[in-house]
């Protein structure tokens, strides 16, 4: 067995670098493409590092399209997003993981059946409404929507998550004297940390991906995100100018990549080992 | 949770500030004694000459126009018609918008274009090529003002057609397509195809150079339109197969290619002759590598060198409370000056008769001779009237010519796809 272990480790690690290459190709290759010159680009046999490194995309990147702008307010849209599903769905999830009545669970089943509409089927009503509202074409309605669109599966994750916490832990808080809502916020909320991470990256994520609601809804130039921004360096027939669009898509990816690593520090488990007896 | 806390601050207050500089999303202004009438223009330009042009005309208008200010918005190809449909259904269509002939039959019949017929002026009307209205009028209405044009050429390795010995043909004397034929087979060697065609959807580019030998595809396009297939609407995919299939000079992997997706292969000399559209000229200027030599040659010629084009247009937008405005704003944009930089920005053709005389229109070396030369053969290419067309095409032909160009079906087979399955969706679109 022992003299087994360093070759398991060692495949064990080749595994990992693999996979790591494997992960990390279609950004080396987003970076090599945006530095490379169109010439080389069109070559038969491509080249994995840039014979001749010009940061002239970027220039043209940056000067044809408003990438800054549209940076700052896919971050804005993308975060406010997050932070309004993950408020929303902390105390739903908590009602329905902990009150299991009728309306919960006919609830839950709802939450299940909004997951099946296509969104084409709802982007004209949505639309509509929205101008009916006076939201069309603004910021708030694009987050009203992404905040709809995402609560029911990150509901459905928290309510996992506060299924797992003992409610033993409650129990113990409130013979201690602490009211509900301190219980919630002191107890619950920190045991949630990685559940709520999660939810908060997915939702961030879906907001700063997504590009139908956004072509819809918003139409003046200084409000528009990210993936409307980016889908111009594409045109008729679909030839893409792939140099600044590399080059645009590598400066957009930075925000949401900073993101991640702030946040995934929190996606922790384990804080529930040896909370209670069983 | 203090990352949480922070982050959920600085959301609401970016939401503040959101709500505070949010559009309400009116729809021009009111044009009232005081303020200047307000117009939005949406382009879909996307090259940067192109963008740049677009951008200038726009301000130069503006500084002139004090009492007409235009907004410039960016749309993007591929999702434009989504777009617009949604737009105009729910009344915050721009007033003017850049898009194509193919579509404006469909928003005319839904109410969702002006007629420009009684605006217009003379002098737009006859400055732009009668082929080029053509594309535009339906029942006499006139839906939009077309501006660019593609038509189709064939560009050669120059180096090695030289080498070959291949007498080149010229704007007078142009390949026919046996001519065309022959000298694949002679520029086809064991390392290289003699041709490319890419045809990852092959459906336009047939349907258009089909027009070479007479063919219509449909029969009463603007009426009870049926899919028809005889021998010449034949004959242009049957001579692109037999040059992949039986003479072997033309290569069969153009079958799931776009024509950008053939330049590599090109530039390395594995393909000598490229058909394809003026547009790709920017391409080869922007990627050929240092020392690759390309020329464009003349449109093929058929039973003629006529070419079925559709048009890429300004229209104005039913629900515009500017009408006169909007077409006064169109007829400068479309001047035959501000054509010309179009057009250059595209490398595409200008509609004005007089833009395409600019010296800029006509230089030698980038091409732009051989693809004016091909606007006197343009014609409206008759599927633009048959209504659902683009379902039959994306349904029905695009599968069926792809089919038939991978050799798993026969020409027969093909005719059969194209006019009795076609003619389902077809029917459809006439009850």
Known sequence: ?????????????????????????????????????????????????????????????????????????????????????????????????????????????WVLLSQIFPFILVIIPLFLLLRDFGLYDTYIGLITVYVVWSMPFALWMLRSYVATIPYELEEAASMDGASKARTIKDIVAPLLAPGVVAAGLFAFVSAWNEFMFALVLIRSPEQQTLSLTLVKFIGAEGVARLGPLAAASLVATVPSLIFFAIMQRRLTGGLLGGAVKS | MRVFKAAAAVTAAGLVLAACGSDDGGDGGSGSADEPVELTFQTLAWQTASIKANEQIVKTWNEENPDIQVELLQGDWNNVHDQLVTSFEGGTAPDVFHYESTTLLDFSDRGNVLDLSEYLSDGIREDIRQGAWDTVTYDDGVYGVPFLQESQVVFANKAVVDKAGIELPTIEDPWTWDEFAAAAQKLTTENRYGAVFPLKSPANRVLNLGRNFGADYFSDPSGDAKAVFGDAEAEVPQRIHEMIYTDETASPDGVGMSSSDALPAFFDGQYALLPGAIWLRQQLTEQAPDGFEWITLPALEGDSQQQGAVAQTLSVSASTEHPEEAVQFIEYFLNAENQVKLAAGDWLLPTSQEAAKSPRLNDEATGWDVATATADNLEMAPFQQVKGFEEWKSKIANPALQEYFSDEISIEELGTKLTEDGNEILERYQR
């Open chain 1, 1 to 109: 067995m022992n003299r087994r272990r360093p070759a398991v480790t060692s495949l064990k690690y080749l595994a990992l670098v693999t996979y790591l290459i494997f992960l990390a190709f279609p950004l080396f290759w987003l970076i090599s493409t945006s530095l490379k010159t169109p010439q080389e680009i069109a070559l038969i046999d491509p080249t994995m590092i840039p014979r001749e490194i010009t940061f002239d995309n970027f220039t043209t990147a940056f000067s044809e399209q408003p990438i800054v702008r549209s940076i700052l307010n896919t971050t804005l849209v993308a975060g406010a997003s997050c932070v309004l599903t993950v408020l929303l769905s902390i105390p739903a999830a908590y009602v329905m993981a902990r009150y299991r009545s009728t309306l919960s669970r006919a609830t839950l089943v």
